[in-house]
Every structure is written in structure tokens, then in C-alpha cells.
């Protein structure tokens, strides 16, 4: 019988980076098959009035979305709604196009349920990305630029990497994500202080009204992650999207002592440090929950601790694609269980 589990197995034969071109061919290929295109859409896209939610002036029919890094150049968007995605965030793109870090650079910790990358920012490029993207914006789900400076450029020019790519996607996509937060490009993460961040967002600001949010790592303490994150707002930032892989290796049991992990094993860390943001930040600004989410239960504890929207890549590898169906129609019952009309009433309902 056709089922997840049994493609999986086969899918799982082949190195993750192999798996997921396969994937993309396939996805690429599915707006091309109408009548099995419109079959997954009829039965993953939860489409509710309980769900959808105006953002920044930005529709989301619902609140999950696909975290960044799986359609890193733009090849995938019509193949979302299939998936259940209400929204995609393209890149990260860099500026000029980059092969990332030697292979292999992505492993399974199956038991784990979660992966391991340093594919570093592997992409065609910001202009054959614009390229991809122009032929798919606007869409009926809502789209986000992550964007990323180049491997070699340094420091001093960061910024303008930033600007030139600020440039290149504001008129193509809902919002921008300044991705400072990958542990796979040297020293990216040292940009994450408020000298750089100050710069970047009154510098973004300038450049477009498009919302602009900051992606932050799970690996800096509650107070840094709080303090960056209250000056990217007091910047301009539209909001925080917590968080990317960690580089706490003790998480899973095999691990590589490189790259970032993600899936089951970031969970429990990625909730706890939303939640302490969320405790400063909830009300002030709109804030995005990403890692290790794979079912309806956890999607909705990220909700209520304050996330408007919702992020996941690893947890469909695992989970596969009714997944992001499955979570919207459990955090529907949650929502009716909880006596909530709609999914506002329930985010951030733990802080008030
Ligand atoms: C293979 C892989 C590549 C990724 N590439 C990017 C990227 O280019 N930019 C980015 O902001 N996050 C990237 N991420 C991080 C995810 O967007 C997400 O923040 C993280 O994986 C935690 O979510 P998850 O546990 O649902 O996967 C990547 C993750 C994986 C697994």
C-alpha cells in the first residue's frame, strides 16, 4: 500500500541531500499533475475562518508555514498549498550564487527524529532566484525572502549584502527575513549585536515598508536573546522568527561536532527560549515559533506562549506530507476544546 512510512524507506536509502533533490524534482513536477495537485490540496490545505489571520496588513489562510532552507531557490512555491503550507519562506539567498560547504553536509539522527546540516548557504544566487520567484509572486500563499551575506564577503561589507538583496526581493515577496542566525557561514553569528543590528534595520527601513523580521539562534542566553531581539524591534524589525539549528551537539546521540540540528531534539530548547522572548516581546511585536514541531499539540503550546504563526521543515521529513493538514485540524479541535472562536483569542492566551 502507498503510504508515507513505505516512501520513506526508500527515500531514506539515499543520502539526505540525494533525498531531498529527489523531492524537489517531484514537487517541482506536481502543479504539473492537475488532478493529484488538486487531490493533496483538497486534502492537506485547511482553509477555515478560525485560522486565517491578517499580519502586517499579510493574509495567512492558515498559521503554519515552511520553515527556510528546503526551497532555497524559489523552484517548489506551487507545490505548497499540496503540502498544506500556507506560507514558504524562499533562501536563504545570498547576494552572488554560492555552493556551500563540502559534502556530505546533511545527516539523519533517526532516532532522534532530527537532522543535521552545514550546507552553508548553498543557492543559485539573489538574481536567478528573482528570476524563479517573479514567475510565482504574487501567490495565493503568502511568501518570505530569507536572504544571507556571501561566504566571502566580510564583515566591514556585510551590510551592503544585506542591501543589494533587500533591493533585489522587496518587490517580490509579502516579507524579508535577515537570516544573522545560521552556525554554517564563519562568523555570521557575530552579527547578531546591536551595533550591526541597529545599522542593518535603519538601513532596511530606508529601502522598503515591506515587513522585515530577524531570525535569531536558540544557542544565545535568554537575557542576549532578549536584548537583541528588543533592538531589532526599537530598529524597525517587524518581528522575531525563533529559532534556527543549534549547535548544542549533546542533543542528539551520534551527532557531528558541525553544522546545526534540528527537528524532535531542538523542541524542548527552541520552546523554552520563545517562551522567555515571548515574555518580553508578546504584544510589542509579532514573533514566529520554528523548531523541532512536528504535531498539533506542540504547534498550538508555541501559539498560546505567543507565536502568531508557526514554522517547520525537519518535522515533514519525518512526519511526511499530510503532516501540516494533520496539526491545522489539531489545532482546530484545540481551539473549539479551549472554547476559542478563533486562533487570535488563543495566541499568547499563557501570558495574559
Ligand atoms: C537542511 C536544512 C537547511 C536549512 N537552511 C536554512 C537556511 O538556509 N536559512 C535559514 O534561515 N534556516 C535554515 N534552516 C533552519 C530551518 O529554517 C529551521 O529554523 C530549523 O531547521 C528548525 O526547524 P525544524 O526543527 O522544524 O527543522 C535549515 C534547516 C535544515 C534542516
Known sequence: MFTYENLKKILFMFQPETAHHISECALKSLPKIRFLNNYLVNKNFVVNTKLKQEILGIS?????????????????????????????????????????????????????????????????????????????????????????????????????????????????????????????????????NET????????????????????????MSVENAVSLSKCAVNAGASGIIATNTTIDYSLVKNSKDFGGLSGACLSNKSYDLFKELAKELFGKTILISVGGISNGQDAYRRIKAGASLIQIFTGMIYEGPSMVGKINKEVLELLQKDGYNHISQAIGADLK
Open 196 to 219: 550591526f543590528i541597529n545599522e542593518l534595520f535603519s538601513m532596511a527601513k530606508e529601502l522598503t515598508k515591506k515587513p522585515i523580521f530577524l531570525k535569531i539562534a536558540p544557542d
Open 60 to 192: 495567512f489562510i492558515n498559521p503554519i508555514g515552511l520553515a527556510a532552507g528546503f526551497d532555497k531557490n524559489a523552484t517548489m512555491i506551487n507545490s505548497m498549498m499540496a503540502l498544506g503550507f500556507a506560507s514558504t519562506e524562499i533562501g536563504t539567498m545570498t547576494p552572488r550564487p554560492q555552493d556551500g560547504n563540502a559534502k556530505p553536509r546533511m545527516f539523519r539522527h533517526i532516532n532522534e527524529k532530527s537532522l543535521q546540516n552545514a550546507m552553508g548557504f548553498n543557492n543559485e544566487g539573489s538574481f536567478k532566484v528573482a528570476k524563479n520567484l517573479k514567475k510565482t509572486y504574487p501567490n495565493a500563499i503568502t511568501i518570505g525572502a530569507n536572504i544571507g551575506k556571501n561566504k566571502h564577503t566580510p564583515e566591514e561589507f556585510a551590510l551592503n549584502d544585506y542591501k543589494v538583496l533587500i533591493e533585489r526581493f522587496k518587490d517580490i515577496s509579502d516579507y524579508i527575513v535577515i537570516n544573522i542566525s545560521s552556525p554554517n557561514t564563519p562568523n555570521l553569528r557575530d552579527l547578531q
